[in-house]
């Protein structure tokens, strides 16, 4: 019986091969004989060799935590196989019992202790076993968490390194952004700055050859009346002024030379405006329109066509007797009407002004109603001239100022940009022939 006990409570092993395999030629199992106290502790493997010098700690972790789990493996083979061996005891024990005399298996305690070499109490066995198995996995769960810790530190700054990596990637392209944004910023400034001092340069320029030509005085005209005024760009503040005004008239002949290309429309080349009506006396072109006459806001159509860059003569005359008005084209009549404005008086005191239409008694000026060109010789008389006498101011034959109105450097304003300049339009009509 005692035989029996040993060879169960033995662990078998062989130097060379597995249990299951057998022994291998010239060689045998050795059993050892163990306490019981031992039993749970098993059969421990041997120390692993290491492999390829020092390791790292955390491969160190690795083996132990793998170690620890193959003694844990082995540990249940091993309390599975006791509890089996205690139960296969226990059966054999009560059954010697009750061959011996009939005692009831209680009574054993009291009696010879036959398996001195087992512990008392086979419950006991299995409770130190199971607090040995416990105390296993504390460890191995230790390890793993510890292993896993490492791990962490370990794998943590490698992350922050890619988290700040990718941060710092976004934050150089938002200032590359950045940096284009501004220089594009700096480089359209510098166009506009550039562009807006050709201007201002230009301007300073033209004004002061404008300077130049008005402290030269009168003495740049051969005569007073021999020189124009040039409106070389359609706005709204280039223009000119006739400081004098005209009276109550019930009729009127208006001539001029004018010389513009203009399109579409020559613009206004004067108007005449009193508080009340803008529209007093309006001479316009305005788009595709044709060149029309207002009188008193009420218009008549002309049979005009000037805008060839060429110096045209141009008259008109008016009598309020059933506002029969008269067209003239370098001498010649063009056109002739009534009904225009009949028996409205020309109203006195208002403002005459050359190159723009008055929205309001010398204002509010329409840029795509301007005038531009060049004007000389503009003259008004408070009668309706015969054809003849025109014939004569258009050939140069005669010189007539306006009785009202004459053509004279000082009774000319000129604003925005306007100039005055030396010319016989006479001669230069002949150069455009």
């Not at 506009?192 to 050709?198: D, F, G, L």
Request: glycine share 8%.
């Amino acid at each position: 019986m005692r035989t029996i006990t040993h060879n169960l409570l033995c662990k078998c092993r062989s130097g060379l091969g597995k249990l299951s395999d057998g022994p291998a030629p010239g060689h045998r199992f050795v059993c050892t004989a163990l306490p019981p106290e031992a039993a749970r502790a098993g059969c421990p493997l041997p120390a692993m060799p290491m492999q390829g010098g020092a390791l790292s700690p955390e491969e160190e972790l690795r083996a132990a935590v793998l170690q620890l789990r193959e003694t844990v493996v082995q540990q249940k083979e091993t309390l599975g196989s006791q509890r089996e061996a205690i139960r296969e005891l226990t059966a054999k024990l009560a059954r010697c019992e009750g061959l011996a005399g009939g005692k009831v298996p209680g009574r054993a305690a009291s009696g010879k202790d036959t398996m001195g070499d087992l512990p008392r109490d086979p419950g006991h066995v299995v409770e130190q076993l199971s607090r040995s198995l416990q105390t296993l996995k504390d460890r191995l769960e230790s390890l793993e968490h510890q292993l896993r810790a490492n791990v962490s530190n370990a794998l943590l700054p490698g992350d922050f390194r890619e988290v700040l990596q990718r941060r710092l990637g976004e934050l150089e392209r938002q200032l590359l952004r950045k940096v284009a944004e501004l220089e594009d910023e700096k480089s359209l400034l510098h166009n506009e700055t550039s562009a807006h001092r050709q201007k201002t340069e230009s301007a300073l320029n033209a004004l002061l050859q404008r300077v130049t030509e008005l402290e030269r005085g009168n003495s740049a005209f051969k005569s007073p009346d021999a020189f124009k005024v040039s409106l070389p760009l359609r706005t709204n503040y280039l223009y000119g002024k006739i400081k004098k005004t005209l009276p109550e008239l019930y009729a009127f002949t208006i001539c001029l030379w004018l010389r513009s290309s203009a399109s579409p429309g020559i613009g206004t080349p004067f108007s005449y405006a009193v508080p009340g009506q803008a529209n007093e006396i309006v001479l316009i072109e305005w788009g595709n329109n044709p060149i029309e006459l207002l009188i008193n806001d009420k218009v008549a159509q002309l049979p005009l066509f000037v805008s060839d860059g060429k110096w045209h003569h141009i008259c008109v005359t008016w009598t309020t007797r059933d506002g029969m008005w008269e067209a003239f084209q370098d001498g010649e009549k063009l056109g002739t009407g009534e009904n225009l404005a009949p028996w409205h008086p020309i109203k006195p005191g208002g403002i005459l002004i050359l190159g723009q239409e008055q929205d309001t008694v010398g204002g509010r000026f329409d840029a795509t109603q301007a005038f531009v060109g060049e004007l000389s010789q503009f003259n008004i008389w408070d009668r309706v001239l015969r054809a003849q006498e025109i014939i004569n101011i258009a050939n140069c034959s005669t010189n007539m100022p306006g009785n009202i109105i004459p053509w004279v450097d000082n009774n000319v304003d000129v604003f925005g940009g306007a100039s005055k300049w030396p010319v016989e339009t006479c001669e230069e009509r002949l150069l455009d022939l």
